[in-house]
Nanobody, 124 residues
Framework: QVQLVESGGGLVQAGGSLRLSCAAS???????MGWFRQAPGKEREFVAT????????YYADSVKGRFTISRDNAKNTVYLQMNSLKPEDTAVYYC??????????????????WGQGTQVTVSS
């Protein structure tokens, strides 16, 4: 069984920064890990993904150039550095883990495990 635990959310002013962490435990071998977010009244949307072995990354257009996904293999942890935050980035952020594959994965159904989410609120 895999467990994913997110941390690092909070309240920040527009233009500020936050770093989210997602620690994986249990069966930690994975092909990819991703971040998604869900704003009030909206569907959950893809934010970023990273291939665990190669470190290659892929981002949603809305966060490209502002957010950076990275991983620490030794700690089984993936990070999401969020800079130049905007009020529209306000959402619950979820990390997700996929067990196999070598492509980029941007759909919820493509991931096998999910964390409980962490709230990010950006004030204007």
């Amino acid at each position: 069984q895999v467990q994913l635990v997110e941390s690092g959310g909070g309240l920040v002013q527009a233009g500020g920064s936050l770093r989210l962490s997602c620690a994986a435990s249990g069966r930690t071998f994975s092909s990819s890990m991703g971040w998604f977010r869900q704003a009030p009244g909206k569907e959950r949307e893809f934010v970023a993904t990273i291939n665990w072995s190669s470190g290659s990354t892929y981002y949603a257009d809305s966060v490209k150039g502002r957010f950076t996904i990275s991983r620490d293999n030794a700690k089984n942890t993936v990070y999401l550095q969020m800079n130049s935050l905007k009020p529209e980035d306000t959402a619950v952020y979820y990390c997700a883990l996929r067990l196999s594959g070598t492509s980029y994965y941007v759909k919820e159904y493509q991931y096998n495990y999910w964390g409980q989410g962490t709230q990010v609120t950006v004030s204007s």
